[in-house]
Nanobody, 121 residues
Framework: QLQLVASGGGSVQPGGSLRLSCAAS????????IGWFRQAPGKGREGLSC????????NYADSVKDRFTISRDNTKNTVYLQMNSLKPEDTAVYYC??????????????WGQGTQVTVSS
């Protein structure tokens, strides 16, 4: 059974950090670019970042650039999102998705379950 499970969310104060993990099962992550998304209450889905299979190519939304870092460990079949300098507006459900290709182009064809991130004082 194919699964992408995001974990590592929680509650943190503004300025704090969290590291999210996206673990794959039922398939090998090596062959796919992976993206991170979030959706806040009452808002649409926002694409945050993507990483190619090799990890060499990454991209970020302006809203998280210089604060979030995407990485992957193919030996652990896991992609990470390090989130620093968190702001209240970062509060959302975060989830990962698998792209059809090895690069950060084209469509996503599989979406995982999310993890809640709450930034509040």
């Amino acid at each position: 059974q194919l699964q992408l499970v995001a974990s590592g969310g929680g509650s943190v104060q503004p300025g704090g950090s969290l590291r999210l993990s996206c673990a794959a099962s039922g398939f090998t992550l090596d062959y796919y670019a992976i993206g991170w998304f979030r959706q806040a209450p009452g808002k649409g889905r926002e694409g945050l970042s993507c990483i190619s299979t090799s990890g060499v190519s990454t991209n970020y939304a302006d809203s998280v650039k210089d604060r979030f870092t995407i990485s992957r460990d193919n030996t652990k079949n896991t992609v990470y999102l390090q989130m620093n300098s968190l702001k209240p507006e970062d509060t959302a459900v975060y989830y990962c998705a698998r792209r059809l290709s090895r690069l950060c182009v084209g469509e996503y064809n599989y979406w995982g379950q999310g993890t809640q991130v709450t930034v509040s004082s």
